[in-house]
């Protein structure tokens, strides 16, 4: 009887997880360090970087990001040309297996626009980066001010 009952509470919690949408993780040692997002005024779109950390032993590729606070968040590349910089969206980013890559002025940046909300430096948001295969990454980003070279840990 009391193997049945954990079966079943264990069944439960999977329908519990499934019913609120938990999207899958990835693999144990992905993080998201150092993030922060450059506000700029009015309702210009937002940059966003961050350090992915990959100490997993697989290959991983982001595919997207999205906020609860933006309704638009692209990837985007920055880069000089002819000395102007430029950017272009992108359609990944790869984070290979026992790397770490920056998103940082001057290269890869999630682009937030369409802010669902009157945002200002000192808020915090949450975005969420997409792998590829569906798994999702949450974390805080705060908000710092146009001026910002990073946050200050
Ligand atoms: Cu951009």
Redesign the pocket.
Known sequence: MRVLRSVLAGTLLAIAAAAVGAPPAPPAGVRIEHAWIRWLPASL?A?AYAEIVNDSAANLRITGASSPAYGMA?L?H?RLAHGDST?EMIDHVDVPAHARVKLAPGGY?L?LSHATRSIKPGDTVKVTLEFAGGAKLQADFPVLPANASGPSH
């Open positions: 779109p940059a692209m985007h920055s950017m940046h682009m």
